[in-house]
């Protein structure tokens, strides 16, 4: 199977939101855009999508594209958002995982930034801090603003954890 790589080019997918409404990410036009890949039967997972959601929270509105590909049934997934407070749009892809396959996602997480060309910008699997911040840069050269930092200085976030 290929593997995810920057310089690919993206390929669009639509899957139901949380409610069962369709929803299209279309890797061409403004703007970046990041998807998530991820479970809630993954530790790792669990771990780092507070920290996405921040990423989500520090560009909302701002004309880039942050969505969570979830591996999860709807309910799971609902009970989860809502518990913790997730405000990034949450997009259901279960069995047979087609825009999994599409983006040739091995392990979970995975994060993926796609320039607005549609090319794959950042691929990035497990949990890597750094490459968090770096997609935080991609976003706001896009938007023109400064990056934010999503990690605080009190936190004990480490820099790698394998999903």
């Known amino acids: 199977?290929?593997?995810?790589?920057?310089?690919?080019?993206?390929?669009?997918?639509?899957?139901?939101?949380?409610?069962?409404?369709?929803?299209?990410?279309d890797p061409f036009g403004p703007g970046p855009k990041v998807v998530v890949f991820y479970k809630l039967s993954c530790p790792t997972c669990r771990f780092g999508?507070?920290?996405?959601?921040?990423?989500?929270?520090?560009?909302?509105?701002?004309g880039g594209a942050i969505y969570g590909i979830m591996q999860t049934s709807p309910e799971e997934s609902r009970e989860f958002a809502s518990a913790h407070g997730i405000r990034m749009p949450?997009?259901?892809?279960?069995?047979?995982?087609?825009a999994s396959r599409a983006y040739y996602i091995l392990n979970v997480p995975t994060?993926?930034?796609?320039?607005?060309?549609?090319?794959?910008?950042?691929?990035?699997?497990a949990f890597v801090k750094e490459d968090i911040r770096r997609a935080?840069?991609?976003?706001?050269?896009?938007?023109?603003?400064?990056?934010?930092?999503?990690?605080?200085?009190?936190?004990?976030?480490?820099?790698?954890?394998p999903g």
Do not use: C, H, W
């Not at 929270?57 to 701002?62: D, H, I, K, L, Q």
């Not at 994060?111 to 691929?123: N, P, S």
């Open 1 to 25: 199977m290929t593997q995810l790589r920057a310089g690919i080019t993206a390929a669009p997918i639509t899957l139901p939101d949380l409610e069962g409404n369709p929803v299209t990410v």
């Open 49 to 62: 999508l507070p920290f996405y959601d921040r990423l989500y929270r520090a560009f909302e509105g701002s």
């Open 90 to 98: 949450q997009l259901i892809d279960g069995p047979p995982y087609a």
């Open 111 to 125: 994060m993926v930034v796609v320039d607005g060309a549609g090319r794959v910008a950042l691929a990035s699997t």
């Open 136 to 161: 935080a840069v991609l976003l706001a050269e896009s938007a023109k603003r400064p990056p934010p930092e999503i990690f605080t200085a009190d936190e004990d976030v480490p820099a790698f954890r």
